[in-house]
């Protein structure tokens, strides 16, 4: 495998002006020698497959109880917004 030599980034980062520190560091974190990845779907799928009654949607706990009843809240106010926009624009204005 191909890696770019130490000159040759610096040349590239300096034409673009990026920070060399940046650079290095984002490239080497996508080399797989970097560290090792536990696997964590495993522990999700126990979670995500329990047959406790509740939606998949919320099984995650408070902060996807949190993030549903956000959605929702703020679903139903443009609804009820758009409605009130809607219902006003329909009825034509009086003329003075």
Request: hydrophobic share 40%.
């Amino acid at each position: 495998m191909w890696y770019p030599s130490p000159d040759w980034l610096k040349a590239v980062v300096e034409r673009h002006g990026l920070s060399v520190t940046a650079r290095v560091s984002s490239f080497r974190s996508f080399c797989s020698s970097s560290r090792q990845l536990r696997n964590k779907v495993p522990d999700a799928q126990k979670i995500f497959q329990a047959d406790n009654g509740l939606p998949v949607h919320i099984k995650g706990g408070t902060v996807d109880v949190l993030m549903y009843r956000a959605t929702m809240t703020l679903t139903m106010a443009g609804t009820c917004y758009s409605l009130y926009w809607l219902l006003h624009a329909s009825f034509p204005q009086k003329k003075v």
